[in-house]
């Protein structure tokens, strides 16, 4: 079975809770796998994209403070729906914007890459080592009993989920807690990652069209860190699924890849 099958059958097997619709039923997961990459540390394209989100952020940071940007508007809403507190736990878009008047981190050019695409297209983003996931990734809400595996002060921890909290997750455990607060230390990208998985968040009034840019735009960011990456793709919505399409080594989707 080649690469692709395997990714487009691990993206086939994600879900999102039937709970996690009934929250927020304008809730959009467009998800991402790729095989191929060449991975290391942050590099002059990744810079560059890096000061272009950071640039963009400052413009729309001078005409309204970050709590009225609506897409962070929405996602303070949806936290506020599973009980977490806006202020304390941020989105992880609203923390990386919070972020760019001191500069967004450097990490890896993976790293980098999706959390400029984030700031971008104003999206939560996350990006996770796909070889490191046992089982497909579901969004669910959880039940209190499930197991984060976290660091803190450079030690391992092992944190349980809030009952009723929104957390993706796979086989062997929560992989981000809070639907895109903190991902977890297991699935984490490396400069060694060669197959990643990325999750782009969506609620209104971000569109179809605006979260379809966003995939484009990482797609061919990402086409380019190999000779040979593929890129497939799905779009999950409340009721619907649509089928995932695979790219081709541009890492750019044909229409049949599109949702």
């Not at 089982?135 to 976290?150: H, K, M, Q, V, Y």
């Not at 992989?175 to 990325?198: K, P």
Request: charged fraction near 25%; proline fraction near 6%; glycine fraction near 8%.
């Amino acid at each position: 079975m080649t690469e692709a099958r395997q990714h487009q059958d691990f993206l086939e097997a994600a879900r999102v809770d039937e709970a996690v619709f009934a929250l927020r039923p304008d809730y959009r997961a467009l998800l991402i796998a790729v095989d191929g990459l060449v991975a290391g540390p942050s590099d002059a394209e990744s810079e560059a994209l890096l000061q272009r989100a950071e640039a963009a952020a400052g413009a729309w940071l001078a005409e309204r403070p970050v709590t009225e940007l609506p897409h962070v508007v929405s996602w303070r809403e949806a936290y506020q729906g599973f009980g977490a507190k806006p202020n304390r736990t941020r989105n992880s878009l609203e923390a990386l914007l919070r972020r760019t008047p001191v500069g967004l981190p450097r990490v890896n050019r993976l790293t980098d890459i999706y959390n400029a695409i984030s700031v971008l297209h104003q999206i939560p983003l996350g990006g996770e080592d796909l070889t490191r996931y046992q089982g497909s990734p579901a969004l669910i809400r959880a039940t209190g009993n499930e197991i984060f595996d976290t660091a803190s002060n450079g030690e391992i921890v092992i944190e349980h989920p809030e009952p009723g909290e929104v957390v993706w997750m796979d086989d062997a455990g929560v992989t981000c807690r809070r639907w895109n607060w903190r991902q977890g230390r297991r699935t984490q990208l490396t400069d060694d990652t060669t197959s990643a998985l990325f999750i782009l968040d969506a609620l209104a009034p971000l569109t179809e069209d605006d979260l379809t840019a966003a995939a484009d735009d990482l797609s061919g960011h990402l086409g380019r860190l190999g000779p040979n990456v593929t890129i497939t793709r799905r779009l999950v919505t409340p009721g619907t699924a649509s089928a995932p399409g695979i790219a081709s080594a541009s890492g750019l989707l044909g229409e049949e890849g599109r949702s």
